[in-house]
């Protein structure tokens, strides 16, 4: 089955030495990616009517930390695994208007990285230290060295914002037009590899 989701017709954002995050849309079927997608059913079964694809560490760096502040064992409870809290192995289910409230915290994380990068906010949103680790350019001394103050792994990483930017606003584009496309569903799930 192919998935509706298009791309964004242009590119707002030039990346700086960086290689772009891989967000895959449509059919793409490994045993290293998380999946984002309205799921056809009830919060008891897993059937992804549409979803996109976002490589596990990525998503672990990237996305686990707001999906985990959202995460509601309510929803999770009537499944086959449920769960108390967020399972990166396993399903997570989401009301389509929790996740629009994801979405609108990340449309801020974007204007503040656009417009006032060290704004602590930021840090309220995403665990910088974390997300530092999905860049694929940049030393993995800098990245991965937690005895590094992140004061000075921003030095490195700020210049290269866009990453995250053009990251952020790809998820955000591709999740709103699944749930405008889909209003009648009653579940977003994130599923573990």
Request: contains cysteine.
């Given at each position: 089955?192919?998935n509706?989701?298009?791309?964004?017709?242009?590119?707002?954002?030039?990346?700086?030495?960086?290689?772009?995050?891989?967000?895959?849309?449509?059919?793409?079927?490994?045993?290293?990616?998380?999946?984002?997608?309205?799921?056809?059913?009830?919060?008891?079964?897993?059937?992804?009517?549409?979803?996109?694809?976002?490589?596990?560490?990525?998503?672990?760096f990237?996305?686990?930390?707001?999906?985990?502040?959202?995460?509601?064992?309510?929803?999770?409870?009537?499944t086959?695994?449920?769960?108390?809290?967020?399972?990166?192995?396993?399903d997570?289910?989401?009301?389509?208007?929790?996740?629009?409230?994801?979405?609108?915290?990340?449309?801020?994380?974007?204007?503040?990285?656009?417009?006032?990068?060290?704004?602590?906010?930021?840090?309220e949103?995403?665990d910088?230290?974390r997300?530092?680790?999905?860049?694929?350019?940049?030393?993995?001394?800098?990245?991965f060295?937690?005895?590094?103050?992140?004061?000075?792994?921003?030095?490195?990483?700020?210049?290269?914002?866009?990453v995250?930017?053009?990251?952020?606003?790809?998820?955000?584009?591709y999740?709103r037009?699944?749930?405008?496309?889909?209003?009648?569903?009653?579940?977003?799930?994130?599923?573990?590899?």
């Amino acid at each position: 089955m192919a998935n509706k989701i298009d791309m964004p017709e242009f590119d707002d954002y030039i990346l700086i030495d960086e290689d772009r995050i891989p967000i895959y849309t449509g059919e793409h079927d490994d045993h290293s990616y998380m999946w984002y997608g309205i799921s056809d059913g009830n919060s008891g079964e897993v059937n992804f009517k549409v979803h996109i694809s976002i490589d596990e560490d990525d998503s672990d760096f990237l996305l686990e930390d707001i999906f985990v502040r959202y995460f509601d064992a309510k929803y999770n409870q009537d499944t086959y695994m449920s769960a108390d809290e967020f399972e990166h192995w396993g399903d997570n289910f989401y009301p389509l208007s929790v996740v629009k409230q994801i979405l609108q915290e990340l449309e801020e994380l974007v204007r503040l990285l656009e417009g006032n990068p060290h704004s602590s906010r930021i840090h309220e949103i995403i665990d910088l230290n974390r997300a530092i680790k999905a860049y694929r350019n940049i030393s993995l001394r800098i990245c991965f060295d937690d005895t590094i103050p992140l004061e000075e792994k921003l030095i490195y990483i700020l210049p290269k914002k866009a990453v995250l930017i053009d990251f952020y606003s790809r998820f955000i584009h591709y999740v709103r037009k699944m749930i405008n496309e889909n209003q009648n569903a009653e579940f977003f799930v994130v599923s573990g590899p």
